[in-house]
């Protein structure tokens, strides 16, 4: 994302429609995320874990944390960023640095938006190697965040089935 590109304010993005209150995460969202980093080769591995400032973001982000660190896996990071801030430059470059195996979101999705856009832009991430809780598993994320920024992210809904991003498209299913 070049300084000259517009980012979207808060109240812009509720051009998508009104976002509503981030939820607090369910055990069983926290157990299919931490499955899903699993089984797709990540198990004991160093993951970056970014959160919003807002109290459901946070706790999921320290109940991930705990659990993670419990299973044998490492905290390369531990980044939480602004709903609305000048850049995110500073916490997308905290975020990468470390070169984690794979990094974890626990945000709302205006923050999420505007963060995975500099992310994008500015950093190596890799939206592939990314995983979210419920939240980021927002179709009108997606399209706020712009084509093709959060293309290949995977997470876990509520219920603990599996969202991935294609294509534009949040697709949900029972499996991996």
Same mark, same amino acid.
């Given at each position: 994302?070049?300084? &000259? ?45 970014? *959160? ?21 896996? *490492? ?42 856009? /500099? ?8 939206? /592939? ?5 419920? &939240?980021?598993?927002?179709? =009108? ?24 991003? =294609? ?10």
């Amino acid at each position: 994302m070049s300084e &000259s590109t517009p980012r979207l304010a808060p109240a812009a993005l509720s051009d998508y429609a009104p976002w509503s209150v981030t939820q607090p995460h369910t055990d069983r969202e926290l157990e299919r995320l931490v499955a899903l980093l699993e089984g797709c080769g990540f198990r004991g591995g160093s993951v970056a874990l970014g *959160h919003g400032r807002d109290a459901a973001s946070k706790d999921a982000a320290t109940a991930f944390a705990d659990t993670w660190q419990r299973r044998g896996g *490492h905290l390369a990071a531990v980044v939480d960023w602004p709903e609305d801030a000048a850049s995110w430059l500073r916490q997308a470059r905290r975020l990468t640095r470390p070169e984690p195996d794979a990094w974890v979101v626990a945000a709302a999705p205006v923050g999420w938006a505007q963060m995975s856009r /500099r992310l994008r832009h500015s950093t190596d991430w890799d939206p /592939r190697r990314t995983f979210g809780f419920a &939240s980021a598993g927002d179709s =009108r994320l997606v399209t706020a965040a712009g084509p093709g920024v959060l293309d290949g992210m995977r997470g876990a809904t509520a219920d603990g089935r599996v969202w991935t991003i =294609r294509r534009g498209w949040v697709v949900e299913s029972d499996g991996e």
